[in-house]
């Protein structure tokens, strides 16, 4: 990989618009505050990256299962969490320019990013980043609801009946994917803060006793899935939190950092949380959310380690770690050098002409991957642009049908990363992707 250039942000936001990534939300209308939509390129990414979480969260693993709970939840839930109390950012005023600001965001705290005068601030207040609304036709306070600000309460709230239903012990875990919404004072750095994100996360019961091994062991285990996707070991780091920084529920929190343009920045945060949800929820709701262990006789609340990524985010950080620029015959390649795994699509057929001679052969050959991989398919423009296309979009195989192919019923493909060039059988073609998609 060559040397990444030293505007990289601004360079992939812009083959994120210009690809079909990521667009402005409500962009016809001048878009809407940091909100993000995610076009056809996009959407096939950001499933890869919560499927690849899946697989190595719950698909290989039997003591762990999935659950994808209610976004709208009652205000009871977010009380015994301890969210409607200490879910909050200190907020500051710039009595100047109006502008409002984030104070533990701030490099320095006195003076306003925006107009830069010194001591225009008002006083810090807690500002509470649930969104607040009612379910059902009548606004008073009895019908308040939330958006989840995140997704981890649906398991715990779960516990007893994923338990009951499962026949998971512990050590097991409870796994989910979905969409959760804060009021950012501040969003930020294009998908890496907004108010709707997507988040992974895993809840792991454990016996007291084990709990630091357990901690342990998931920060390592999150780590190498991120090197395992692509991300380089240099740009990755595990950063433990000093004791000032932990949440409300944290007795140990280490995050998952990744080097962005703007510096080292969390990508995931791996948390000890002790039994405080499972107490908490036990006092709030009068049920009893434990584990008897029939063999020994013994009753206990687990304690629970919680890695929690952002799958939006974590998307960002891919995008940003495989972006190459590389001379090729005196022009300049974009390419994304994603892991196969993340790819939006996995081959694309593309004939080399557009004539009718091809384009029969080149569809046959489409429908017989497509029930195997993600596919694209191009007839359009010269060999060289659709090769370039497909880099940019980090597709890893290209099948192209010639004229050649017609006679002795091959293809050429050509790997994304080195560009070399292999003539395979259509016959083998399946078998010979699947061997390198593996
Ligand atoms: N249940 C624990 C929890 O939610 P968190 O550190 O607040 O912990 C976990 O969030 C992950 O969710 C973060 O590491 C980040 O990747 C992602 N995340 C949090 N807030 C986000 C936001 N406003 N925009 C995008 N991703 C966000």
């Known amino acids: 990989m060559s040397q990444q250039p030293a505007d990289l942000m601004e ?18 209308y001048g878009g809407f505050r940091s909100t993000y939509d995610y076009g056809p390129i996009g959407v096939q990414m950001l499933r890869n990256v919560k499927d690849a979480w899946w697989r190595s969260m719950v698909q290989l693993r039997d003591e762990v299962v999935g659950i994808d709970a209610a976004i709208l939840s009652p205000p009871a839930i977010w009380e015994a969490s301890g969210h409607l109390t200490s879910f909050a950012d200190p907020l500051v005023d710039c009595r100047e320019c109006k502008e409002r600001f984030r104070l533990d ?90 108010r709707e994100f997507e988040q992974m996360e895993l809840e792991y019961f454990v016996p007291p006793a084990d709990a630091l091994r357990w901690y342990e062991y998931w920060c390592e285990e999150r780590r190498r899935w991120y090197v395992e996707l692509g991300i380089p070991e240099d740009k990755l780091r595990l950063r433990p939190h000093e004791p000032d920084e932990l949440s409300h529920y944290s007795s140990g929190t280490s995050d998952v950092e990744f080097l962005f343009p703007w510096g080292w920045d969390e990508l995931e945060g791996i948390a000890n949380r002790g039994d405080y949800d499972l107490t908490a929820h036990a006092r709030h709701s009068g049920e009893k959310l434990e584990y008897f262990d029939q063999a020994t006789g013994e009753r206990y609340v687990p304690h629970v380690i919680e890695p929690a990524a952002g799958a939006t985010r974590t998307m960002m950080a891919f995008l940003l770690a495989a972006y190459d620029e590389e001379e090729v015959r005196g022009e300049t390649r974009v390419v994304l050098r994603l892991h196969h795994r993340l790819a939006p699509y996995k081959v694309a057929v593309l004939p080399l002409s557009k004539k009718d001679t091809l384009v029969p052969m080149a569809r046959e050959v489409l429908a017989s991957l497509q029930p195997h991989f993600m596919c694209d398919y191009d007839e359009t423009q010269s060999i060289g642009r659709r090769y370039r296309r497909q880099d940019e979009l980090g597709t890893p195989y290209c099948v192209t049908v010639d004229f050649e192919s017609l006679e002795d019923k091959a293809v050429t493909v050509r790997e994304r990363d080195a560009m070399t060039q292999a003539r395979v059988p259509v016959d083998d073609l399946v078998g010979y992707l699947r061997d390198r998609l593996a």
């Not at 308040?144 to 050590?171: C, D, H, I, W």
């Open 105 to 194: 965001k701030l490099d320095d705290p006195d003076v306003c990013p925006s107009c830069g005068k010194r001591g225009t601030f008002t006083e810090p207040r807690q500002f509470n980043l649930m969104f607040k609304t009612h379910a059902g036709p009548v606004e008073n306070e009895g019908a308040v609801a939330y958006l989840r600000p995140e997704t981890a309460q649906g398991m715990f709230v779960n516990f007893k009946n994923v338990l009951e239903t499962s026949r998971k012990r512990p050590p097991f875990g409870i796994a989910q994917v979905g969409k959760s919404f804060r009021n950012e004072i501040t969003p930020q750095n294009f998908v890496f803060r907004t």
């Open 11 to 28: 360079r992939v936001v812009n083959l994120c618009k210009r690809r079909g990534f990521i667009f402005p939300s409500a962009e016809i």
